[in-house]
């Protein structure tokens, strides 16, 4: 039981966007590192990002019987009550905010409860259900880790919080369109209208491009800005060219199910290589 209790936080996310964080937190920073800080955002955002994992299995418990992916959770097998499941999500977002408000900052707070709102109402409750901007408006709470960890050292938004948010809201799409693609039936039998759901597969890959494209000049806008040095622009240019390469070969992909595994891959290599070096090379430490 307490693995299914586990599981419904969704660890991967959680560990991903902990990186994020991190990375936000440590540029922020600048190598001048308050620690006892950086474990409290660490244990505020991910608590706040568990809750409303746990509240978005809650809701999607009947649909995610449909799919083969979501069909062995806790929820759709019944292993656990809906109603414990709840107070259990709800719990965990209300220690979580406490934690950002009172030990790091009111700003943080609120743009954990932003991100929190966004993705429980705005995402699964609504778009989710409804419509195919669901990807892209959602992706509004996934680009709030970095910026909460650099806001707790800040302590305001600036424009180095909006080249973070850029970064991971440009990210988003074209990551979670590549595994849609891959299980674009079982979407449809759910009655998720995704995008390569509604509007196909070619326009699919063809509207992951302009993300790409505009996801590249973040990582100038990082080193133009200072806050990190060569080696971060020079990677992460080489590993957004390489992506968006990729994703424009998908065009013409005979089989687009292993580009599409190939490209989600890269996705998820691209976002942990860019944060690791930038937390190496802040403000020019190996450039």
Same mark, same amino acid.
């Given at each position: ?94 220690? +979580?905010? #406490?934690?950002? /408000?009172?030990? !790091?900052?009111?700003? *943080?707070? =609120? $743009? +954990?409860? #932003?991100?929190? /709102?966004?993705? !429980?109402?705005?995402? *699964?409750? =609504? $778009? ?160």
């Amino acid at each position: 039981m307490l693995k299914d209790y586990v599981a419904l936080t969704k660890p991967s996310i959680i560990r991903l966007n902990a990186i994020a964080a991190f990375g936000g937190f440590w540029v922020a920073s600048k190598w001048d590192i308050d620690w006892l800080l950086l474990l409290y955002m660490l244990i505020g955002s991910a608590l706040t990002m568990a809750s409303a994992c746990v509240i978005n299995n809650y809701w999607d418990r009947d649909l995610d019987k449909k799919m083969e992916r979501t069909k062995n959770r806790a929820l759709p097998t019944q292993r656990l009550k809906p109603t414990n499941v709840l107070i259990y999500g709800i719990a965990l977002g209300i220690i +979580g905010e #406490l934690v950002l /408000f009172a030990l !790091v900052n009111p700003l *943080t707070g =609120w $743009l +954990g409860l #932003l991100g929190f /709102f966004v993705y !429980v109402v705005i995402y *699964t409750m =609504w $778009l989710k259900r409804t419509s195919t901007w669901s990807t892209s408006i959602g992706g509004i709470s996934g680009a709030m880790p970095p910026v909460i960890g650099y806001c707790a050292v800040t302590g305001v938004v600036d424009e180095g919080a909006w080249i973070l948010f850029a970064l991971l809201f440009l990210w988003q799409p074209a990551h979670f369109w590549s595994l849609a693609i891959r299980r674009v039936e079982e979407y449809r039998a759910a009655g998720f209208p995704l995008l390569p759901v509604v509007k196909g597969i070619p326009r699919t890959k063809l509207q992951m491009q302009p993300y790409i494209l505009l996801l590249i000049p973040t990582g100038i806008l990082m080193f133009a800005y200072d806050y990190v040095g060569y080696t971060f622009l020079i990677i992460s240019l080489l590993l957004g060219i390489v992506w968006l390469v990729h994703t424009f070969m998908g065009l013409r992909a005979s089989d687009t199910t292993k580009w599409a595994r190939t490209n989600f891959l890269i996705s998820i290599n691209y976002l942990m290589v860019v944060f690791l070096i930038m937390i190496a090379d802040t403000n020019g430490m190996i450039g």
